[in-house]
């Protein structure tokens, strides 16, 4: 089984774009593609509209929307405040599922509606420590799931649904290689967000140490991932995707300029690759596609 792994980082997750064509013009076609966070975002939207160029154009102009409309505010720490004194912010979660009904997850679609590939999409449940998989059951809710994926405080409050504790699933798999795994795949290529040059520039200490532990913990986490994989013998071609500006999870103004340095990482990768492995991951998110 080909996949293709996708990994969350908010407004990075545009390199995951530009990765994406670039494989799909090298030939790479996936079976699966498991997303987390934004990777879900990508993975979801490429299945709807199908992995090829044109599928490509509408995930782009996905993109534009969200820059357009400014799926996540910058004031984070207001956004936190509020959180703390239980008076949440709801503007993103409604943002973002007009956004997902705008490109096709309408509240009736279930993944068994999708034709021609298997896609999961990954949330992380807070009251067991473990990953949350929507897709695993063909009548499954896609907006369920993209919503649970992206679920990313402080912009969204935890979603509590049959006993669960919803976030954003890069909380426990940033890039999703071990829900991979259990989906059976047998090859993979992930898509990794993480950039560990990245933090936010803060004036407060406690801040700026969090996000730093955070990208730790993230990376740790997918280094794991990928050892499990190779332990089991299952060959993860990682395209590590970091943009040659700093750039917030929250500003997707940039997301031109991303998509074509991603292109540009995906294509110095793939001639190093040996000509035997035809291995198509997706992470987004599967391909494996991460989160941040």
Not at 52 to 61: C, H, I, M, R
Not at 69 to 84: D, E, G, I, K, V
Not at 124 to 140: E, K, M, Q, S, Y
């Amino acid at each position: 089984m080909h996949n293709r792994y996708v990994s969350g980082g908010g407004a990075r997750g545009a390199l995951q774009v530009g990765a994406l064509r670039a494989l799909i013009e090298a030939g790479w076609q996936p079976d699966l593609l498991v997303g987390t966070s934004v990777g879900a975002m990508n993975a979801a939207c490429l299945a709807l509209h199908g992995v090829s160029p044109a599928g490509l154009v509408v995930v782009e102009q996905a993109w534009q929307y969200a820059a357009q409309n400014c799926l996540l505010a910058p004031n984070q720490s207001w956004l936190t405040l509020r959180a703390m004194f239980n008076r949440p912010d709801n503007h993103t979660i409604t943002a973002l599922r007009a956004f997902f009904l705008a490109f096709g997850a309408t509240p009736s679609l279930r993944f068994g509606d999708i034709p021609g590939i298997r896609l999961a999409l990954v949330a992380a449940d807070l009251n067991t420590g473990r990953p949350v998989i929507f897709g695993t059951d063909p009548n499954h809710s896609m907006l369920d799931g993209l919503l649970a994926s992206t679920a990313l405080p402080p912009w969204v409050m935890p979603l509590e649904n049959d006993g669960k504790y919803l976030v954003d699933g890069g909380a426990l798999s940033n890039l999703p290689v071990e829900p991979a795994l259990g989906l059976g795949a047998t090859e993979i290529v992930a898509l990794d967000l993480a950039d560990p040059a990245y933090v936010p520039g803060t004036s407060h200490q406690f801040s700026r140490f969090f996000d730093k532990l955070s990208n730790a913990v993230c990376q740790r986490q997918s280094e794991l991932e990928i050892a499990l994989a190779r332990s089991r013998g299952i060959p993860v071609h990682r395209i590590i995707l970091r943009s040659s500006i700093p750039t917030p999870i929250w500003d997707f103004s940039g997301y031109r300029e991303l998509i074509a340095r991603g292109y540009e990482i995906a294509r110095q990768e793939l001639p190093k690759w040996k000509q035997s492995h035809r291995i198509w991951p997706v992470g987004w998110r599967p391909i494996a596609v991460q989160h941040e």
